[in-house]
């Protein structure tokens, strides 16, 4: 692929030869600290991504809440009728 888009333009080519960047040298490998950093800042996976995309799991996320707050509430009512 043999694209340049100074070919035509020998004005602008002549121009931006006469400029030349240093590029500072930088250690390419991060710290460990960095690193672990960068692992802490990292965006995490929804778990409820797979629920929420189908209209079944979006109405279990709204039962089952409900049924373990019933559940929950019944057991201390069958522990009293045991006891």
Known sequence: M?????????????????????IPDFPMKPRPWERWIDFLASPAK????????????????????????IFLTLIPIFLNFIG
């Open 2 to 22: 043999d694209q340049d888009p100074f070919r035509e333009e020998h004005f602008l080519r002549k121009k931006m030869d006469e400029y030349h960047v240093e």
């Open 46 to 69: 929804n778990p409820f991504e797979s629920f929420l995309s189908t209209a079944s799991g979006i109405l279990l996320l709204k039962i089952v809440p409900i049924i373990g707050a």
